[in-house]
Structures are given as C-alpha cells and as structure tokens.
C-alpha cells in the first residue's frame, strides 16, 4: 500500500486526511502555514447548528495530531509533483520554524517576552501578534514559530530573548529549510479560498471607512478570541454599534469581479446578525441581499427563524454606495428596494461587507498541468457527473472551496469522496 | 473498593457560549467543595489541545481517578474526553460529563444567575455519579468485510462502484427492476450532452463487470438485526407471479441511498391535472429525453408550445398550503438547465420564469447569466402565482414585486419545478434500522456540519437525497463520502462496541426470568445450574444495553454498565443537596 | 414570601429527548431553568423507584421522557415505560402527589419546540400546586 498526501489542512483537508487514515492508509497532510484548521479555526460559530465552530473542529485537528497514520507536515509547502497516478513524486518544502519541535513545549514564555509585535493575521490584522508566535489558542502543533521578517534576529542581528527565555531550549536560530520527497499513490488538494479584495467595489469604502468590515473581520469580533475577546465594538471609536448593515455579494454575482455566487455568504451573514443580536440585544441588523440562497439542508428554516424570532430585517436591495459622516464615522447606504421600487438612504454605524471567495490554487500542481483552473479560476472538474472531485489529470483530486463556493458539509462531504476515490489508488499502489 | 476516589473537575468556558452566560468561577469553586474533588479548574476551550493536555497532566499529577467536564453535550465531545482519560493510562469510563452548555447556557441566557446555580447543581450530580463509576472494557466485535447498499440510484451506484473497487464485496438492493433511480429520466444535463442515462450506464457497466458487486433487483430489505460490524440483514426477492424468495445477508455496515420521491402537486395546484397544459419539471425533463414519451420532442398537451411559463419553489418554501417549508435546493439551476437546452433547440420559444428567490448557487450561477442573456423574462413573487387554464392557452397571474404590479401572461404551457420530498420507503427504513429524520422528514445525519453522510447508529451511512435535496454531482460524491465511511469499518478485523450492556450479579438473581421476557434482543437465557439454582445469562453479543431489563429486576442483581441503580439514584439525590 | 422556584427532575433517553434539549440549546430556544436532567439510554431504564426517591429528596415534579411509541431505539423499550409509568401514576396519585406533578412524555430528537413547550406547562403547572408537601403531612 502506498501513501497519500493531502495538501491543506483547512475542514476538507483535515476530513480527508482523517477518513483515508481510518481506512488504513499513511496520509501526509501538508499545511503551509503553522497550524492546521484553516478557516473554520476563523469563525465563530457554524450556520444553521449555530455550533461553535472551535468546539466542533478543534477535536478533528487533535485527532489528526494523534492519527498513526497521519503525518502532519506543517510550515511545509509542496514544491513540485511529477508523475502518474498511483506513482507521483512529491518534493516537499518545509520552511524553518527556528524552533525544535520536539522541544517546544507551546508554553508561551517566548511570545510573552518577544518585543516586537506585528499585525495578527489570524485575526486578519486587526490585532498585534509577536514575531514568535503561536497562530491561536487551539492551534495544532501548538508549538511556537519565528516569522524571521520581523524578527530582530533576522533583520537587525539583535535581541535573542526568546532564546534565553525558553524553558526547555527549543529556539534554533540556524534551522534550514528541509526538503522532503514523497512516492505517493493520489494527491488530493484543499488549499481552499481567501477573500477578494473588498476595495474593489470601491462605492462601499473598505479601506477608507473604519466602520465597513468584511464578513470574515466580522466572524473574528464576534469571536472569544478575537481582537477585541467576543465584543462588537466600532473601529473607529470603540463603541457599540447599534444599528449594522449586512451587504451581500460584494465582489460576487457581479460582472466586474466575479460572475459566479459564492454560496456561503447568505447564510453567514443571517447568522452573524443573529450573533450580533445575541452579542447586543438592542442591536438592529438589516441585510441587504439580492436573492436569499438559503439552500442547504435546514437553511431556509433558519431564514425565517432569523426574521421571526430574532427580529433580523431583509432588504431586497444592491447598495449602490455607501457614505461616510466625517463626524460620526457612521455610515449612510444608499439602496433601491427592489420590493417597493424606492429609492432611499439609510444611516448605520456599522457595514459587514461580504466579500466573494477566490480559489487559492498550488502554483506548483497547475504549472505542472496536473490541475486546470476554469474560467473563474476554481479548480476544473471535467468528469464532474462521474467523479465529482478528480482534476484534470486522473489520481489528483480537488476539493472544497478550491473546487467552487460551498460551505462546510458540502466540503466535508467533498472530503469522504476524496478519501474513498484516493484509498482505491493506494490500495493497488 | 479501598481505592480512595480523586476527582477533577474541568468547567469550560466554550469562549462566551457558556461563560458569557454562566460564571465559571464561581462553579470551579464550588466544585471545589464537593467531597472527593481534589481539582477544580476552568479553561476558555477544554476540548482544544491545551484543554485536554492539562486533563492529562493533572490525571498524573494528582494521581485522579475520576473525570468530570463540564461543557458542552456529552453528544458532542464525550468521546474526546474518553480519549484524553485513556491516553492518560486512566480507564476511558471513569468519565462522567455535565451538560453546562445546550442544557444551560444557551438556553437561560437572560437569567445569569440561575444559570449558574444550575450549572453548579449539574456538577454535583455528575461528580456524585463519577464518584460510583467503574471501569468498563469495550466489547470486541469481528467484522463482515460487506457491504448492504440500499437504494440503486446514482449515490447508491457510486457507493457500490467505490467499494468493490475497493475490494469489498457490496449488496446492492434495489426494489425496482433496473437501477438508476431518478437520475434515469433527467435528460440531458447542464454544461454537457450527457444524459442522466449516460451517467447511470457508465456506473452500472463497471459495476456488473467487477465480481464484488451482488445487485439484487426487485429486492427490499425487510429486516435487520444486529450492529455495526455485524448487521443480519434479510432481503426478500420478488420472483413474478407472486413468488417471493428470502436471502439473509452478513455485513458490517450498511449505505442507506433510499433517494427521494419529485414532489406531487395536488389536482389543481397551479392548475396541475386541470389541464394538460401544465406539467411538472420532472415531467419536462422526461419528454425533453431521448427514452421519454416523445422521444425528446418538445410537446405539451400535444402541441409543441411557443411560450412557457416556468412557476419555481413548487411545493418548497411554503409557497401553497400543501407544500413544504425547506428548499430543493436543485429545481433552480434544473429549470434554468432546461429552458437552456429548450431555448438551444426551439430558439423561437418566449420564456418566462416566476420565481420567489433565484438559488444558482455558486457556479451555477452561469445559468441564471446566461438565460438573461437568452432573453428569459423573469418575474418575481411573493404570493404564489395562480394558474388559469383558458379555451387555447394558460394564463398566469402574479403580483410582480419588482415592478409592484399584477401582471397576467398568457403562455401555451406551464412547468411547474416541483420540488423533492422524502422517498416513500423513507419512514420504513428508518423505523427499521432506527435512525432518527429531522422535521423535514429526511432522514437525520450525526452531526449537520462535520458527519453529514453518518447516520446517529453506528456503521449506518446515508448517501445522497436521503438526508435532503442535492443535485446529481452532490448525491455522486456522498455516495462517495458514505463509502469511504463505511470502507473505514470493513477494513478492520475486529471493531470495539460500547460496554454500557447489561450485566448480573449471579448470587442476587433469583432466576425469576422477568428481565428474559423483556429483553427486546432476546439477549437474557435463564440457566440453570448444577445445584438446580436459576439464574440470568447476559448474550454481550446481543445485549444493546437500554436497561429495560435492569429496571424490572426485583432484586437488583440486574445491572446496567455506566446506568447502575447506585449511579442514577446518586444522580437524583445529588440533584437535591450537596453531602 | 420569596418566588416559589419548583425543582423539576427529567428522566430523559440518550437517542430522543436528551437529542431534543440538545436542540433545543443549539436552536437557542429559551425555556425556565427548573429542570434537571438524568440521562439514560432508555425511557425503559428509568426503574419507577427513581422517581419515587426524586420525589422523597424533594421533586416538585417529575419528567420521565422518551421516543415516540415506534420509535424505540430498543425496539420497544418505550412501551414497557409506558406501562410502568401508568401504574406508577395511580401509585403517586394514592400518595397524595398530585397527577399534574408527574408526565410522561414523548418528545423525538427533533421537536425542540414541544420539550420547550412541555416544560413551560409543567413550570406553570407546577408552580400553581405549590411546592410538594412533606411527606408526614400528607400522611395525617
């Protein structure tokens, strides 16, 4: 039996790597960032359950941590694949942490004294990590890493605190980059998504207005470990907002960006106003949506359940524009409500913005052909009524959001299909 | 039982879910004062790795041999916390979970302090149960390398195609006389000249050539006994002319794709049966194939139509008193699907679609671009439009909320996109393999999110529109899913099963055999013994463990594992005062 | 007089109505915070001298609750409660506790909605019968 790897350690991956590792086969999963979790490890909680989304995600990253028959290839990216199905060679790229890992111990005391801070990316820059770190509280491997862009030792040839601050010795400073060559039966490819660039619809001032958010920010105020530890406060002014405007398919279903929908973003939005709502009871949400793609299995229940029972407001309408109030930073949408055919303005002192999805593709996997991008750049399936997650080339497959928009079971489902179709190659491998 | 009782007590705060709610301080300090607690802490996520590390830390530290969580439902994170105990060297049953979370939090979060005190009072019940626990072993169980598939529809198809290829023997039982299901008659489909056929050919020829495969047709499951690993399953073939043949089945899992029945319209629902003039999408999609009635010619009532009306959400989203409260989730892009194909071949043809919301989610969105661009006319609504039949023509009114007018459009016929509602068979197969369905109807998975094609019964999977709607890509891949579910069983040679059975203690039994009369699974015998004493057998084989048996026991010496008399009766009485 | 806040224990099976307060938490439906919840596999688990000792410890109500007849995860355990639940009743009823004190119920994984309403009748219920009497006062 030959091995598999699964490139990305985001919900798909992880589920992936989880079902061919309870099949019996030896899974490398390779994630390039230091922990796994991708970006449900980012949301708060989960439409329609309302589960949280730690709670359900945090046990399958401590199970795949624990797998025998998984090895966790974090910090690490692929870097070329050659070969044919059931016989692929993968060179694999692990990057230096300058931390021993089988040291660190995840205790912290380093992070503690670092002194250089440096914008959080988990929490989308929104708050300050240091320059060792530790991505979040959950995070697997929970262990310490140097982001040797930042670090004083890296750029100035100075400081070493962390070094003489760690417990059990685990900093190493002359740690290279390591690359590793794996003979694998099938590849299976989760790198997921990030979001458009919200400044491209312009009219609605991301980047310019402090109050406008995207969906994603907006997931991580919600959010215990978040930048501002769960509460809903206003970027300019740290104060409550009472009044929130939910803006749909900014950049999607949108001729400009990109024509397609992105799936997810109807649902999260109802329910991050009923988040909102949970957060500030007082709080007034309207969303302004264009179709409500309440789709999936109990999702149209919890549409009606966010109008009736949480008091959300749904507003038929595309904002053509949002303005700013210098004073108040408050923030006047200017909408046609297509229910009445009425033109109006209305002010808010917050605007969640949500942003399409855009596929992250390997670089490494489309130069070499083994994945096509389509005409919006998702991952191509061309057998898509046969086999729904095979690539271009036989014996890869791509899954998730890589593949098109879609929310967490279709993904996790997508993952199953994954593991059944890759086992079937290592097996006869 | 000198071994002195070391209890930890682990409050999490689940982030805000429950310490937003309930103080979690304040419950660790009162766990505190509970006799045997030697260690109480809070942690803002105890089911993360940190969480569990400090479990495992103070399990050796402070040598416990009792762990109490309090957190979430023991349905969610009982086996993680089982785990953390058995990797600890502790044995996994000495656990016992207080649900702080869907029992408390998330539902007092307007009375904070009740909460709380609730909270405290679900802690001392489930320390007062810890401290009478006892380790378990896991039962082991051999396992049938075999699969059961029901239902031979595309995601049945693609279950049995993935595990024969996989190297499993599969029992494919279809009630009809061919497979393929539903997807037989869906035409062609979007994006490609495929048909619904083509797609069910190619799964069923590399089906029947692989050996593995056993496809019973005309078949239904009638009965099914036993657990995961090893299901009993009985099949009965109906052989024509009345003759009807038994086959008994030994298989470690079972794939439930028992697919979906089109949903109905009643007689006069927008004017369906009233008038040949008015067909489902089903239907449509039937005539517009090459095997249907007109061999892919566009006629409707015997007329080839030169305007359609397309009405959507029929029988979905509660648009008539008959219909249903969810989504279809497919009938969208179907119909946008079809009037592409229709619009490709009969140009001339005027479309207009009533629709409450358009769903072309995600890709699919590239029909709904291109049938604007085909020049389809769009009319929205809130209130379901209503259908008139007239001497040559139908005629469909709505109140168009776009344009805040009530418009009539006379068009030669009308397609109702009727939506999907659970297989007939689905009410039967869940009573028999006890599985739950959700309000909806379909039948309900273990977790919505993370085990989507995982039935609440261990090594039952569901595939495809079992659970719910999906179009044909989506019902494919969780054949898939389900398969690989499955595949994790049948690879092993032996599967472990919960010890919460029931068990005696043969010096108080009485041999009065109430509990073998009770037993659902015929699991209790009553022996008797050289010295002519009756006493109760337990079958562990057999034994499922609901403790019917242990509640009728007059003399107690019925017990269940993990449910004794003690453990309940300490719960009741904890739940009144502290000791 | 402090507010009369009555203590009310529920037997609830591990497969249906545990599943339905679950649902009930995860749906964030609200309901009064009176009840305690003892688990068991089975509605047939719960032995009536359970409730007997909830009652005896200070019960002001009892909830036993399980899956609809049928749907028995064991077949028919839920059966063989009902008839022990019967008996117990007219038991109870002969001892003085009031029949509004004691339900059997069944509530299915997904009926959220009928836990939430059966608990706020049985608080109302309850509340209006006033705590139960001690037991030598009903004796004389």
């Given at each position: 039996m030959k091995p598999v790897v699964v490139v990305g350690g985001g919900i798909a991956g992880i589920q992936a790597a989880l079902d061919l590792a309870d099949q019996g086969v030896k899974v490398y999963l390779v994630e390039k960032s230091p922990s796994i979790g991708g970006r449900m490890a980012q949301l708060d909680k989960t439409f329609p359950?309302?589960?949280?989304?730690?709670?359900?995600?945090?046990?399958?990253?401590?199970?795949?941590?624990?797998?025998?028959?998984?090895?966790?290839?974090?910090?690490?990216?692929?870097?070329?694949?050659?070969?044919?199905?059931?016989n692929f060679k993968v060179k694999i790229l692990k990057k230096p942490r300058y931390v021993d890992v089988d040291k660190c111990t995840g205790c912290g005391q380093c992070v503690m004294k670092c002194p250089v801070k440096v914008p959080n990316e988990f929490n989308l820059g929104m708050d300050m990590r240091k320059a060792i770190y530790i991505p979040f509280p959950q995070a697997v491997p929970l262990k310490a890493t140097i982001d040797p862009e930042h670090c004083l030792y890296f750029t100035k040839g100075v400081c070493r605190v962390c070094e003489r601050f760690c417990p059990p010795k685990a900093i190493n400073f002359n740690q290279k980059p390591e690359e590793i060559e794996l003979n694998v039966a099938a590849i299976i490819v989760a790198t997921g998504f990030s979001l458009d660039d919200a400044r491209k619809r312009g009219e609605y001032g991301y980047g310019k207005y402090p109050n406008v958010y995207t969906n994603l920010e907006f997931e991580r105020l919600l959010s215990s470990t978040g930048p501002t530890k769960g509460e809903i406060v206003r970027r300019s002014d740290g104060r409550h907002p009472k009044k929130i405007a939910f803006i749909q398919c900014v950049c999607s279903r949108d001729e400009l960006t990109n024509k397609y929908c992105s799936a997810i973003c109807c649902m999260a939005s109802t329910k991050e106003a009923i988040l909102a709502k949970e957060h500030l009871p007082d709080v007034e949400c309207t969303i302004f949506f264009m179709d409500v793609r309440a789709f999936g299995k109990g999702y149209q229940e919890f549409f009606e359940r966010a109008k009736q029972e949480f008091g959300v407001r749904f507003v038929r309408a595309r904002p053509a524009k949002i303005e700013e109030d210098p004073k108040t930073r408050n923030l006047i949408v200017y909408y046609e409500d297509t229910e009445t055919s009425r033109f109006t303005k209305e002010e808010f002192d917050m605007v969640v913005l949500a942003v399409a999805l855009r596929p992250i593709l390997p670089e490494s996997l489309v130069k070499s052909g083994l994945i096509q991008p389509d005409n919006y750049g998702f991952a191509d399936v061309p057998e898509m009524y046969i086999e729904p997650v095979r690539a271009s080339k036989p014996g890869i497959f791509v899954i998730g959001v890589l593949q098109s928009p879609k929310d967490i079971p279709d993904s996790v489902i997508q993952a199953g299909a994954a593991a059944m179709r890759a086992a079937i190659y290592a097996i006869s491998g | 039982m000198s071994e002195e009782i070391r209890i930890g007590v682990y409050v999490c705060h689940c982030g805000l879910n429950i310490a937003g709610v309930v103080n979690v301080k304040e419950v660790v300090e009162y766990a505190k004062t509970l006799p045997n607690v030697v260690v109480a802490k809070d942690y803002v996520f105890m089911c993360s790795a940190p969480g569990q590390a400090m479990i495992k830390e103070d399990i050796k530290e402070h040598k416990l041999n009792r762990v109490v969580v309090a957190a979430c439902s023991p349905a969610m994170h009982e086996p993680t916390f089982r785990g953390v105990l058995g990797d600890a060297g502790l044995n996994p049953y000495l656990f016992e979970m207080a649900n702080i979370r869907e029992h408390c939090s998330w539902v007092h979060p307007d009375d904070k302090e009740a909460a709380t005190e609730k909270a405290k009072e679900l802690v001392r019940m489930a320390v007062a149960k810890a401290r009478l626990l006892e380790p378990l072993e896991k039962i082991k169980s051999a396992v049938r390398p075999a699969v059961l598939v029901i239902g031979g529809g595309v995601a049945?198809?693609?279950?049995?195609?993935?595990?024969?290829?996989?190297?499993?023997?599969v029992y494919l039982v279809e009630k009809r006389s061919v497979l393929g299901g539903n997807a037989v008659k869906l035409g062609e489909l979007a994006y490609t000249t495929l048909t619904g056929k083509d797609v069910v050919n190619s799964l069923v020829e590399k089906i029947k050539a692989n050996p593995k495969a056993h496809i019973f047709l005309n078949s239904e499951v009638e009965k099914v006994d036993g657990s995961i690993g090893d299901f009993r399953v009985t099949v009965t073939r109906r052989l024509g002319e009345g003759k009807e043949e038994k086959i008994e089945l030994n298989v470690g899992a079972i794939i439930v794709a028992i697919g979906y029945d089109p949903y109905e319209p009643a007689i006069g629902e927008y004017g369906y049966k009233t008038t040949d003039k008015v067909v489902t999408l089903f239907q449509l999609m039937d005539i517009?194939?090459?095997?249907?009635?007109?061999?892919?010619?566009?006629l409707i009532g015997g007329i080839r139509p030169k305007s359609l009306a397309f009405i959507l959400c029929v029988g979905s989203l509660s648009t008539t008193p008959n219909a249903k409260p969810y989504c279809s989730r497919m009938c969208c892009s179907a119909s946008l699907k079809t009037i592409l194909k229709i619009k490709e071949k009969y140009p001339d043809i005027d479309v207009y679609?009533?629709?409450?919301?358009?769903?072309?989610?995600?890709?699919?969105?590239?029909?709904?671009?291109?049938?604007?661009?085909?020049?389809?006319?769009?009319?929205?609504?809130?209130?379901?439009p209503s259908v008139k039949p007239r001497d040559k023509?139908?005629?469909?009114?709505a109140f168009d909320t776009t344009i805040q007018e009530r418009i009539a459009i006379p068009v030669d016929a009308v397609?109702?996109?009727?939506?999907?509602?659970?297989?007939?068979?689905?009410?039967?197969?869940?009573?028999?393999?006890?599985?739950?369905?959700?309000a909806d109807g379909f039948l309900k998975e273990a977790h919505l999110k993370l085990r989507p094609v995982e039935a609440l019964t261990d090594g039952i999977f569901l595939a495809g529109v079992a659970t719910g709607p999906k179009n044909i890509i989506e019902s494919i891949a969780s054949g898939s899913a389900a398969a690989a579910k499955a595949a994790t069983i049948v690879t092993k040679e032996e599967i472990e099963v919960e010890p919460l059975i029931a068990r005696v203690n043969e010096d108080m039994c009485s041999g009065c055999g109430i509990c073998a009369a009770l037993c659902p699974y015929e699991a209790i015998t009553i022996e008797v013994k050289e010295d002519g004493k009756r006493i109760s057998k337990v079958n562990s084989m057999l034994c499922k463990g609901c403790g019917t048996c242990a509640a009728a026991c007059p003399s107690g010496a019925m017990q269940q594992s993990g449910f004794k008399d003690n453990q309940v009766m300490a719960q009741v009485v904890a739940t009144f005062r502290g000791e | 007089m402090a507010e009369f806040k009555p203590k009310i224990v529920v037997f609830a099976c591990n497969w249906c109505?545990?599943?339905?307060?679950?649902?009930?938490?995860?749906?964030?439906?609200?309901?009064?915070?009176?009840?305690?919840?003892?688990?068991?596999?089975?509605?047939?688990?719960?032995?009536?001298?359970?409730?007997?000792?909830?009652?005896?410890?200070?019960?002001?109500?009892?909830i036993v609750a399980g899956c609809h007849p049928g749907d028995c995860h064991y077949v028919n355990g839920n059966m063989k409660t009902l008839r022990r639940m019967t008996m117990l009743k007219k038991m109870l009823e002969e001892m003085?506790?009031?029949?509004?004190?004691?339900?059997?119920?069944?509530?299915?994984?997904?009926?959220?909605?009928?836990?939430?309403?059966?608990?706020?009748?049985?608080?109302?219920?309850?509340?209006?019968?006033?705590?139960?009497?001690?037991?030598?006062?009903?004796?004389?």
């Open positions: 359950t309302l589960d949280c989304s730690s709670c359900i995600l945090t046990p399958k990253m401590v199970a795949v941590d624990r797998h025998e028959n998984i090895e966790l290839l974090t910090y690490a990216e692929v870097k070329e694949v050659v070969g044919e199905p059931g | 049945g198809l693609r279950a049995t195609l993935d595990l024969v290829e996989r190297g499993f023997d517009l194939s090459e095997e249907g009635p007109t061999k892919g010619e566009l679609v009533f629709y409450k919301d358009m769903r072309t989610y995600g890709k699919e969105e590239d029909l709904y671009w291109k049938a604007i661009e085909n020049e389809v006319k769009f009319i929205r609504f809130d209130e379901a023509f139908v005629e469909v009114e397609v109702l996109a009727n939506g999907m509602v659970p297989a007939t068979d689905t009410e039967k197969i869940r009573i028999m393999l006890k599985i739950g369905c959700g | 109505t545990y599943a339905a307060l679950d649902l009930a938490g995860t749906s964030r439906m609200k309901y009064p915070a009176n009840f305690r919840v003892i688990k068991v596999m089975c509605s047939g688990r719960v032995d009536p001298q359970f409730v007997l000792e909830a009652f005896k410890q200070g019960a002001d109500g009892v003085g506790i009031e029949k509004e004190r004691f339900r059997l119920e069944w509530i299915s994984a997904a009926e959220a909605t009928k836990w939430v309403q059966v608990a706020n009748e049985m608080v109302e219920q309850v509340k209006a019968l006033g705590p139960l009497k001690p037991r030598l006062e009903v004796k004389e």
